[in-house]
DNA sequence: CAAGATTGAACCTTCAATCTTC
DNA sequence: GAAGATTGAAGGTTCAATCTTG
């Protein structure tokens, strides 16, 4: 079934899994250094500012960042600690809950934002033709979708 | 300095650093599965084994995965009592270690390898066309030239 | 019994401090 | 004092178990 990976293929692979990783190190660094977020909290708090109340459910948070219900639960109880982020209660779905960004969150994220885009466009943006954006687009989207269609080892 | 990340720019961010993160998982559930190791135990085994001799220098092996010496040594220690790997210490500079590949540490990488190719070749290159390799190649090769170049908020 | 969500324990990573040798 | 490496504590992530409501 199997095959060696050749020279081509270890360089691709090898490549995205180191520079991602170091990007989000770079990133995590930066965003600790410039509000005290980690570039998880950044990352909880982008969806909930993008949706139109400030609210999302645990589980469709959960999807949008492809993160366990168990790891975003911890999260979510430190980052409310913090004051981030507020818990509610589903009226709908009793079973269900709400979590909220508060206006504290929001307030970190809009003050973390312009330096965060800024390195992103320095270390990433800077360095790449706009071919090899669109390509690292099509890329990652190709990839993506086989990864969310066959659930190989997935689940 | 900054100005907001475009619509191709956030696919092309986003989409980098879920596509790494999820193959990651993906990988770390396979290998799991098939033989026990985690991901970072197979990481650490790699360049382990293809040093001639089956040892390294904490600081070399660190700088291999672009760990940090901290991290690899509470790793070595997980892994050392599994029996996977050993440390000794280096005559020519007293302060200074190896970490040893096992025989246990070769059979369980040898063991875990195919299916971990095959893993590999099945979520990427079987998607992707050749170019597409190539340009992702030139891409991250692009990217950590970057990282390793500026030290901007690196250290 | 399945879905939404949380919890506790175990494991992993980071940060700052430490120890030894150069 | 700096380099090589380790340690302990605090915080983050995973796994399995649990609780409640549909």
Redesign the interface.
């Known amino acids: ?5 050749d020279e ?2 270890q ?3 090898r ?10 190190a ?1 990133v995590s ?2 965003l600790q ?1 410039s509000s005290g977020l980690s570039k998880a909290d950044y990352d909880v708090l982008v969806p909930l500012s993008e949706a139109g109340d400030g609210r999302l459910r645990p589980y469709a948070l959960g999807a949008a960042l ?1 993160w366990e219900q168990s790891r975003l639960s911890h999260h979510v109880a430190r980052m409310q600690r913090r004051g981030l982020v507020e818990r509610e209660e589903c009226r709908d779905d009793r079973r269900g809950a709400f979590v909220v960004l508060t206006s504290a969150g929001r307030e970190a994220l809009d003050r973390a934002a ?2 965060h ?9 800077d ?2 033709t ?1 071919d ?13 979708a ?2 969310h269609a ?1 659930p ?3 689940t």
């Open positions: 079934v199997a095959q060696w990976l081509r293929e360089r691709a692979w490549g995205l899994l180191r520079t991602a990783a170091e990007l989000d770079l660094r930066e250094a492809s312009p330096a885009v800024a390195v992103v466009r320095e270390a990433v943006f360095g790449l706009a090899q954006v669109d390509a690292l687009g099509d890329i990652t989207a190709t990839l993506l086989r990864l066959t190989l080892e997935d």
